[in-house]
């Protein structure tokens, strides 16, 4: 349906409301993608936390580990002292060199399993001190982690109320822009938009060159461009060009 106007729009008025529109858009786009940022950043500091938990469950584990380890050599050591002090025992009533000597190997073999055990305990201490040290850095990193991240939540939860009323009344401004943009050209300038990487359809010249894709612009073409008499795009990206002093003029017209 053809939109109803009052009067037709000369071209620098279609021009300025092109202009404006982009700058709405454009805007949009950045609260948009910010919005869109975000969520993903706090997910992956919550990930990360997760991770730590994880590592830090695992190494507290390791620690229980050792834990059990040292106790299960401690009372064998014990239970080879015994066996020690039972063989020895022994030997006072042997009835040969050939019993005595057996026993002085069991005894040897006891002594050997002790020490044996002995450095197992010496092993599993100190890993167990290492691991007490990762738990203690793991959890200072988890409160270090966790602290940001409630951070960045509280700071999420504000910008996405924040963006969400800003984004709502620039998307109600860029639709009363679009009532005053005939039906074609604004039908070219959403095609531009979609096209273009970075969302820009309108661009100013910037230092003889299209604000877009930097192609140089011939200075008559310039000349056009500045008296507003028609709509010209850059032959190399087909974005509309403006002057820029439309800024000025836009700026001047509110």
């Known amino acids: 349906m053809a939109k109803k106007e009052e009067k037709e729009l000369t071209i620098e008025e279609k021009l300025k409301a092109l202009y404006e529109l982009q700058q709405v858009d454009s805007k949009i786009d950045e609260l948009r993608i910010l919005a869109g940022e975000l969520p993903q950043e706090v997910k992956d500091m919550g990930d990360e936390v997760e991770g730590l938990k994880t590592r830090l469950q695992n190494i507290e584990n390791a620690i229980k580990e050792c834990e059990m380890q040292i106790s299960d050599h401690r009372v064998r050591m014990e239970n080879a002292n015994a066996s020690i002090a039972r063989y020895k025992e022994q ?124 192609a140089k612009v011939p200075a008559q073409r310039q000349l056009d461009i500045r008296q507003r008499k028609k709509i010209i795009v850059c032959e190399f990206c087909g974005r509309i060009l403006v002057d820029p002093e439309i800024d000025e003029t836009n700026k001047k017209k509110k």
């Open 91 to 214: 030997q006072d009533n042997v009835r040969n060199n050939r019993e005595y000597d057996n026993l002085n190997k069991e005894i040897e073999y006891q002594q050997l399993d002790i020490e044996l055990s002995q450095k197992k305990i010496r092993n599993y201490t100190t890993e167990m001190t290492t691991k007490q040290e990762e738990k203690a850095k793991t959890i200072a990193d988890i409160e270090e982690r966790t602290f940001d991240l409630n951070q960045k939540r509280t700071e999420l939860d504000s910008i996405l109320q924040e963006t969400k009323a800003e984004t709502e009344a620039l998307v109600i401004r860029s639709a009363e822009l679009e009532k005053h943009i005939d039906d074609r050209l604004l039908t070219a300038f959403k095609r531009i938009r979609k096209n273009a990487h970075n969302g820009l359809a309108v661009v100013k010249v910037e230092r003889d060159s299209c604000g877009g894709c930097h």
